[in-house]
Antibody, heavy 128, light 107 residues
Framework: EVQLVESGGGLVQPGGSLRLSCAASGFTFKTYSLTWVRQAPGRGLEWVSYISSSSSMIHDADSVKHYADSVKGRFTISRDNAKNSLYLQMNSLRDEDTAIYFC??????????????WGQGTRVTVSS | DIQLTQSPSSLSASVGDRVTITCRASHSVTKYLDWYQQKPGKAPKLLIYTASSLEGGVPSRFSGSGSGTDFTLTITTLQPEDFATYYCQQSYNIPLTFGGGTKVEIK
């Protein structure tokens, strides 16, 4: 069974940092691309970042990474195939980053950017 | 960036009704348009990908159609478990974008 479990959320002050993790199981992690999507309280879904599959077991230097303009330069996506884990390092956090953050797996088809498995989300609150 | 406009933003329907939700893109996304269902406190669930392909395990009462800029999600014979919020997402290019959502409520 495919499972994605996010962790690392919490309360942080504006300007602070958090590192989110997404632990994967039930599939060959290194062969799948992954994404982070967030949802502010009472709002819709917003795409945050994407990382392609990687052949390396340790480093993701061969992965393609994309970011939403709203987080570019502040957030960094990474993966560790040896640990079956996806990460999102979030720096210089702002009030508007408050949201539930979901990790999701890209569906393995000829197309791209379709997400067929999602975690339950981790809540990030940025407030003083 | 490609903007996605969903309509209506909410609707009330009864069990057994046929429901249609539309998603209009600001630029052509060819066939690269997905539909997700989200229930309160839960993660989104992929229903339809590339406009009309039904995701495995999704009931056949869900269907998608369209191409270019205009897309439709149809639920024939609405079931109690279908009351949720539905989002379209373009998978054509980066940045990926979602529609604002359509909340389907019980009449």
């Amino acid at each position: 069974e495919v499972q994605l479990v996010e962790s690392g959320g919490g309360l942080v002050q504006p300007g602070g940092s958090l590192r989110l993790s997404c632990a994967a199981s039930g599939f060959t992690f290194k062969t799948y691309s992954l994404t982070w999507v967030r949802q502010a309280p009472g709002r819709g879904l917003e795409w945050v970042s994407y990382i392609s599959s990687s052949s390396s077991m340790i480093h993701d230097a061969d992965s393609v990474k994309h970011y939403a303009d709203s987080v570019k330069g502040r957030f960094t996506i990474s993966r560790d195939n040896a640990k079956n884990s996806l990460y999102l390092q979030m720096n210089s956090l702002r009030d508007e980053d408050t949201a539930i953050y979901f990790c999701a797996r890209e569906k393995m088809t000829a197309a791209r950017f379709d997400f067929d498995s999602w975690g339950q989300g981790t809540r990030v609150t940025v407030s003083s | 960036d490609i903007q996605l406009t969903q309509s209506p933003s909410s609707l009330s329907a009864s069990v057994g009704d046929r429901v249609t939700i539309t998603c209009r893109a600001s630029h052509s996304v060819t066939k690269y348009l997905d539909w997700y269902q989200q229930k309160p406190g839960k993660a989104p669930k992929l229903l339809i990908y590339t406009a009309s392909s039904l995701e495995g395990g999704v009931p056949s009462r869900f269907s998608g159609s369209g191409s270019g800029t205009d897309f439709t999600l149809t639920i024939t014979t609405l079931q109690p478990e279908d009351f949720a919020t539905y989002y379209c997402q373009q998978s054509y290019n980066i940045p990926l974008t979602f529609g604002g959502g359509t909340k389907v409520e019980i009449k």
